[in-house]
């Protein structure tokens, strides 16, 4: 079992639809839990971050994290064609020794 | 505003030859990270460093070295290149202890196809 495994996808939507990307988790360790959106043909840029159980909101972006079913989750709200490319959730310890990434999700909004 | 930048988009080299991938970053960082990203497979740890002078195998280090001679600057080496070295790789930064809890600056890859 891999450490951490997301919605292979591709995911394609419509303009204004509700989305939710998925990842679990084995490592009870895991602490951080961050969420990453790659664009085609650039890097990883953070998108959110969020410490131990609970959701955070910014904008049309949440991110909830379930540590007792080791699952988190990103909503994005009335998606835009704006929101396509491939988000990747990641992952620490207390420590930050142990970084780890999702594959990714790759979504696609179309107008 | 580009903070991480990694000297070439794309590359093409023949099997046997030796690789060298800059990275440099301007956010004077501590940290910095060498990952390849694949299908299927997400980012891949290969190599990272805390400081200059200092290196720590990733994952899948085999194959390749590292080199930190400066505090803005991290090499990544394949001393022989070979196809299943064919990948996107991708160099990171972030800020001392706690700073990797608030993310990785990522520059934008660079695509390595090895002929």
């Known amino acids: 079992q891999k450490e951490v495994e997301q919605d292979p996808g591709p995911l394609s939507v419509p303009e204004g639809a509700i989305v939710s990307l998925n990842c679990t988790y084995s490592?009870?360790?895991?602490?951080?839990f961050m969420w990453y959106r790659q664009y085609s043909r650039k890097g990883p840029e953070l998108l959110m971050y969020?410490?131990?159980?609970g959701n955070k909101e910014d904008g049309r972006f949440t991110a909830q994290v379930d540590k007792s079913s080791k699952y988190i989750s990103l909503f994005i709200r009335d998606s835009q064609p704006s929101d396509s490319a491939t988000y990747l959730c990641?992952?620490?310890?207390?420590?930050?020794?142990?970084?780890?990434f999702g594959p990714g999700t790759r979504l696609s909004v179309l107008p | 505003d580009v903070k991480v930048t990694q000297s070439s988009r794309y590359l093409v080299k023949r099997t046997g030859e030796k690789v060298f991938l800059e990275c440099v970053q301007d956010m004077d960082h501590e940290n910095m990270f060498w990952y390849r990203q694949d299908p299927g497979l997400g980012l891949r740890l290969i190599y990272f460093?805390?400081?200059?002078?200092?290196?720590e195998k990733g994952d899948i280090p085999e194959g390749y070295s590292v080199s930190r001679e400066k505090k803005e600057r991290f090499s990544l080496i394949l001393e022989s290149a070979s196809t299943n070295q064919t990948s996107m790789y991708l160099c990171?930064?972030?800020?001392?202890?706690?700073?990797?809890?608030?993310?990785?600056?990522f520059g934008s890859g660079t695509r390595l196809t090895v002929v």
């Open positions: 490592n009870s360790a895991f602490q951080y």
């Open positions: 460093s805390y400081d200059v002078k200092m290196k």
């Open positions: 969020t410490y131990s159980s």
């Open positions: 990171a930064s972030s800020p001392p202890g706690t700073g990797a809890f608030y993310g990785y600056t």
């Open positions: 990641a992952m620490s310890d207390n420590y930050g020794q142990n970084f780890v």
